[in-house]
């Protein structure tokens, strides 16, 4: 079975451009949560779908925003790029109704912002 | 409001050694789930075990061992007989049971590095 992927796997963008990561979870899996890691903040939770609604969603500002699609995968857009905006970005999906707090999660996308 | 800790930043022991990961979790909720999971340098981060509230006996698994004690809102990971391969970033995370999927609260990571 494949695991979580997601693409691309490095990134390299200018200020004030915008971004698309995509993310295919392990089939059969509906739901997808966003996290982005940094040195300084660690891990933090972005959002989650679940069936192609946003059930969950942290702190961050609306230049953030993702959507799931009917096969399950996801993307996540960030408009505006601000240099703190770099950062490892970690998609993981987990399966309803068994063991849903066990997250699967991909390799993630750099992104690098100059 | 929730948080995790993980006072170690870094932490250097030679193979064969045992080293103990700490976690502080602060939570007023009462039921909740915590979890430990592993980074290696490829980036994915390895589910290693879950723990609810309501379940603190201790688990062995191999030489990995996780001791849950709520009255000091601790849940330390243990690495017996460490090995090269354990080398990676280590993650306590915290998820309330109220809260559906994926939304889990981590805590800053230990790097363990184990050198031959």
């Known amino acids: 079975k494949a695991g979580v992927t997601q693409t691309p796997r490095y990134l390299i963008k200018t200020r004030g451009q915008q971004v698309t990561l995509s993310c295919s979870p392990i089939s059969g899996h509906r739901s997808v949560s966003w996290y982005q890691q940094t040195p300084g903040q660690g891990l933090q939770f972005l959002f989650e779908?679940?069936?192609?609604?946003?059930?969950n969603k942290g702190n961050f500002p609306g230049r953030f925003s993702g959507r799931q699609f009917s096969n399950s995968r996801s993307e996540m857009n960030v408009s505006t790029l601000e240099l703190g905006d770099s950062a490892l970005y970690l998609c993981a999906s987990s399966l309803e109704g068994t063991e849903p707090e066990k997250l699967f999660f991909g390799s993630g996308t750099q992104l690098s912002v100059l | 409001a929730q948080k995790v800790t993980q006072a170690q930043t870094e932490i250097s022991v030679v193979e064969k050694e045992d080293v103990t990961l700490d976690c502080v979790y602060e939570t007023r909720d009462t039921t909740y789930y915590l979890f430990w999971y592993k980074q290696p340098p490829s980036g994915e981060l390895v589910f290693l075990i879950r723990r609810n509230s309501f379940d603190e006996q201790n688990e062995i698994s191999g030489r990995y061992s996780w001791n849950f004690q709520k009255s000091t809102s601790s849940f330390n990971f243990t690495i017996t007989a460490s090995q090269v391969v354990d080398s990676a970033v280590y993650f306590c995370a915290l998820r309330m049971i109220y809260n559906q999927g994926g939304k889990l609260i981590f805590g800053q990571g230990t790097e363990l590095s184990v050198k031959p």
């Open positions: 779908y679940f069936s192609e609604t946003q059930r």
